[in-house]
């Protein structure tokens, strides 16, 4: 094992991280106003004078796991009409497609324990354009791209700062911190380099009254003291001048009232920019800055060494760069080891930019519903409306974890499906923490007492697609493969928590009892005719091919489950039948039977439509050839001959119910015919089936991309599917890049991009259908071509694809990078990498969040899988 493998285990080494927010403004959790507003209630502006009730943020922050204690990184080049405390992005509002980070930025590296990480924010040097940028993205509609910082032009004479920040733990209460400052221009620039220490404020609030202190402990160390954490010195070199404040809203500026407390949080800010005596002079508080004020020349650069830790160092800086070599030495023998089977050193550095990204969104989320309804006692009483609103009914949530997040900026709150693929990538770094992550979100404190897990903090109570069994077992995998023993443990109470889960669904989303199920927009935000999230009319039913897709595949999932600890404990034999046969009902209301008979599998289009029952006027489908009708495919697994003998009673009671319900088995799985190698396929869709709908998805004037599969076939491009609803003439159409749509927030697009999510679960479901089909079975790829593969060699070439969106083509230019002249050519750019949330359907572009590592990450797992086959 290698130093990092050694550290995994221990608990301690992951208890200071990457765990500040890149932005807590605009949040659920911060918002107290009567309507919901909670981007107008605390805004960028606001900021740098508030003090947060409920979690932190900075750039490139780091914090203890309770978050007592932060430390990060703020910059003023002299123009700014305010200090660079925090990344400035729009609002849903401001924003032509939805919020939107304005700064560019990247997470380079990290490794698990995080005792090495580095990260790199390029800050400009002339005025930063806020107000430009706001106005600009305002004029624009939804059917303009939209105008990021890049093309302002700010970057085009390389007038701006490089400022990577690294972080190095001696151990695990001891941090060495290296900014390293370029200047890329051809001129010498000033700036102000602010490495800033503060406590998160716990004490205005009335629920405790214990105040930790920061003061000036000699010429080059801040004193810390907090009766909760082990750290206690901040060394700095060089001649830094320390301002001290207090972590305390500024009333005066804010609601125009003076609450008598010197010194506020923008006191360093106004102290800085302005000139103020806003800075406490006994130089003490509960936030402080080391302002080093220097000119870099042209070209040239400077670095800052600083040293957070509990016991007193007498040369803090003497071993310093002998521990930085040794750790990042650790850093690559960690990856080397991680990438043994992966050649090209392209795909080397997607890869560890890719899981460097996973790290560095780990997020300290706080958030108790009853507490934040009822508000605090020191504090003004929320309005009453807030009693009926949001989250009203969540009262049970308790969260204060360090959670893997989506993006740190865009979307810095935990959102249960995308947690699930998060753990895929992390378990292949850290198992420990995947589990971790799973099993919180079954917790009592987070999981609603109906059985729902939470969706996101923008409405808790939204149905996620239920992907939850899969990671966990996913997951259960990646543990015993890294620890050469399986934690039934952690699977046996997940099963359990699981199962409540699935009993929701079936209760609250199959409530006929038809094995059809409704759930709404599950995460596919725009991709129907209508808004899948709003109520439907009285008498009105949705019958969703995607919903009913996915509980297919839950039923499999946790089938998977129950043999595996049958293997441990014969008494989950009985669970595994009742979820065969879940699945098969099912199946066989998907195929043909549902209700009045009439199933979601269209014959004539051969391809799977959601569908509208109208009371007293019969069924509408949905007929949009969409991502909606490629899920089946994901409800697949193969259950072998050796299983079958290990859990005899297993199969006995299945062959009972095959015998006495043979239209299932032979409609859903040719269950009687074995594949090669004696194996057993249960799936939605039989060899016939699964052929048509794999030409439509392989078929590049439909679903086939160069960069991976469409979420909406490309002839709607030309041809917009309409449909007319009571009345009104409602349209998709083929949308390639951003949403042209407010619907569900517009922030995010399904009628046209690549998600990377959806295409790893196609890959994978291709795998699962080799191991039954063998090489025996090809298929044509790309449709119409002549050229056949094997389904194991088809999900190869998809991964193929899904990697062409960042490597470099013959030109050298990444796909990802769009048009952008300066990131496809300036070695300063070029290949440094943004992990977006989806790409363009017809060129690659990475659009929407800029910084969702979360799901794209999976990038790094078909990294793995590609090499090897």
């Known amino acids: 094992m290698n130093a990092e493998q050694?550290?995994?285990?221990?608990?301690?080494?992951?208890?200071?991280g990457s765990y500040v927010s890149d932005r807590q403004w605009g949040t659920v959790r911060e918002d107290y106003s009567a309507n919901g507003d909670a981007w107008n209630y605390t805004t960028h502006d606001m900021a740098r004078s508030l003090a947060w009730r409920w979690g932190e943020e900075g750039i490139a922050g780091i914090s203890d796991d309770r978050q007592l204690l932060c430390f990060s990184l703020a910059l003023w080049n002299k123009r700014d009409p305010c200090i660079k405390e925090r990344f400035f992005g729009l609002t849903n509002k401001e924003g032509n497609h939805g919020e939107d980070v304005k700064e560019?930025?990247?997470y380079l590296d990290a490794t698990p324990t995080h005792s090495y990480m580095k990260m790199l924010y390029k800050y400009p040097q002339q005025e930063f354009p806020y107000e430009?940028?706001?106005?600009?993205?305002?004029?624009?509609?939804?059917?303009?791209?939209?105008?990021?910082?890049?093309?302002?032009?700010?970057?085009?004479?390389?007038?701006?700062?490089?400022?990577?920040?690294?972080?190095?733990?001696?151990?695990?209460?001891?941090?060495?911190?290296?900014?390293?400052?370029?200047?890329?221009?051809?001129?010498?620039?000033?700036?102000?380099?602010?490495?800033?220490?503060?406590?998160?404020?716990t004490w205005c609030w009335g629920r405790q009254e214990y105040t930790p202190s920061l003061y000036q402990n000699d010429d080059n160390c801040i004193g810390i003291e907090h009766r909760d954490i082990e750290m206690a010195h901040l060394y700095y070199e060089g001649a830094g001048t320390p301002l001290y404040c207090e972590n305390e809203t500024n009333t005066a500026r804010l609601y125009n009232y003076d609450n008598k407390k010197p010194y506020y949080k923008d006191g360093i800010n106004d102290h800085i920019v302005h000139g103020k005596p806003t800075v406490n002079p006994a130089r003490e508080g509960t936030k402080a800055a080391i302002d080093c004020e220097v000119s870099i020349p042209a070209r040239g650069s400077q670095t800052f060494r600083l040293r957070l830790c509990a016991g007193p160092q007498k040369n803090p800086f003497l071993h310093f760069d002998?521990?930085?070599?040794?750790?990042?030495?650790?850093?690559?023998?960690?990856?080397?080891?991680?990438?043994?089977?992966?050649?090209?050193?392209?795909?080397?550095?997607?890869?560890?930019?890719?899981?460097?990204?996973?790290?560095?969104?780990?997020?300290f989320y706080s958030y108790k519903v009853q507490q934040w309804l009822d508000g605090d006692p020191a504090m003004p009483s929320p309005p009453s409306e807030r009693l009926k609103g949001r989250n009203a009914d969540w009262k049970q949530v308790n969260n204060e974890h360090i959670l893997s997040v989506p993006d740190k900026w865009e979307f810095p709150w935990y959102a249960a499906w995308d947690l699930g693929f998060h753990c895929v990538t992390i378990g292949m770094v850290d198992p420990d923490f995947a589990k971790h992550q799973l099993q919180l979100l079954t917790e009592e404190w987070y999981m609603h007492p109906s059985g729902m897990l939470p969706a996101y903090e923008w409405s808790l109570g939204d149905a996620n697609p239920p992907i939850h069994a899969g990671a966990v077992y996913r997951v259960f995998r990646q543990d015993a493969r890294a620890k050469g023993a399986k934690d039934y443990e952690f699977l046996e109470s997940l099963f359990h928590k699981l199962l409540i889960n699935f009993t929701w669904w079936v209760n609250r989303k199959d409530r006929a009892g038809s094995n059809i199920f409704e759930g709404g927009f599950l995460g596919l935000d725009n991709i129907g005719v209508f808004d899948r999230s709003a109520p439907l009319?009285?008498?009105?039913?949705?019958?969703?091919?995607?919903?009913?897709?996915?509980?297919?595949?839950?039923?499999?999932?946790?089938?998977?489950?129950?043999?595996?600890?049958?293997?441990?404990?014969?008494?989950?034999?009985?669970?595994?039948?009742?979820?065969?046969?879940?699945?098969?009902?099912?199946?066989?209301?998907?195929?043909?039977?549902?209700?009045?008979?009439?199933?979601?599998?269209?014959?004539?289009?051969?391809?799977?439509?959601?569908?509208v029952r109208m009371q007293g006027k019969g069924i509408v489908k949905m007929k949009v050839k969409s991502m909606v009708g490629l899920i089946p495919l994901f409800a697949v697994e193969v259950i072998t001959e050796e299983t079958l003998k290990n859990n005899p009673v297993f199969a006995e009671?299945?062959?009972?119910?095959?015998?006495?319900?043979?239209?299932?088995?032979?409609?859903?799985?040719?269950?009687?015919?074995?594949?090669?190698g004696d194996v057993h396929l249960l799936s939605l869709l039989r060899g016939h089936r699964m052929k048509r709908l794999l030409a439509r998805m392989l078929d590049e004037t439909e679903f086939l991309s160069d960069y991976g599969i469409r979420s909406l076939s490309k002839r709607y491009g030309e041809q917009p599917y309409c449909i007319n609803l009571n009345g009104a003439e409602m349209f998709v159409k083929y949308v390639p890049g951003e949403s042209d749509s407010d619907m569900y927030g517009g922030n995010s697009n399904w009628r046209g991009p690549i998600w990377m999510?959806?295409?790893?679960?196609l890959i994978e479901s291709l795998r699962k259908y080799h191991f039954y089909y063998s090489d025996d079975f090809r298929i044509e790829y790309p449709t119409g071509s002549g050229h056949y593969l094997t389904l194991k060699e088809v999900g190869t070439e998809l991964a193929k694809r899904l990697l062409n969106v960042f490597l470099p083509d013959e030109q050298g230019r990444r796909p990802v990078f769009g048009n952008h002249e300066k990131m496809q050519t300036d070695p300063h750019f070029k290949d440094y990498l943004l992990f977006h949330e989806y790409f363009h359907g017809d060129n690659g572009k990475g659009l929407g969040a800029s910084h969702q590592t979360g799901w794209t990450g999976l990038v790094a797992n078909l990294i793995i899988m590609k090499s090897n086959p």
């Open 104 to 106: 560019i930025y990247y």
């Open 537 to 611: 009319p009285e008498g009105v039913t949705a019958e969703q091919a995607d919903a009913t897709s996915w509980m297919a595949m839950y039923a499999l999932n946790m089938l998977h489950i129950s043999l595996e600890l049958a293997t441990h404990n014969k008494s989950y034999t009985g669970m595994a039948t009742k979820f065969f046969e879940h699945f098969l009902y099912i199946a066989g209301a998907m195929a043909s039977m549902g209700k009045g008979h009439t199933g979601l599998w269209d014959e004539d289009d051969e391809f799977f439509y959601d569908q």
């Open 757 to 761: 999510p959806m295409n790893f679960l």
């Open 653 to 676: 009671r299945m062959q009972w119910f095959l015998d006495h319900r043979p239209d299932l088995a032979l409609l859903v799985s040719r269950w009687f015919e074995e594949g090669k």
């Open 132 to 201: 430009w940028l706001v106005r600009e993205n305002g004029r624009r509609n939804r059917h303009d791209e939209e105008f990021e910082l890049i093309d302002t032009g700010i970057f085009n004479e390389d007038k701006y700062f490089d400022v990577f920040v690294e972080y190095v733990k001696a151990d695990p209460n001891d941090i060495l911190i290296q900014i390293t400052v370029h200047n890329r221009g051809g001129e010498a620039a000033s700036l102000h380099v602010l490495p800033t220490v503060w406590f998160r404020n």
């Open 322 to 363: 002998h521990l930085f070599d040794a750790r990042i030495k650790e850093a690559n023998e960690y990856f080397a080891h991680l990438q043994n089977d992966v050649k090209d050193e392209e795909e080397k550095r997607i890869h560890r930019q890719a899981v460097a990204g996973m790290l560095w969104n780990k997020q």
């Open 6 to 16: 050694q550290r995994l285990p221990l608990l301690a080494w992951k208890k200071w």
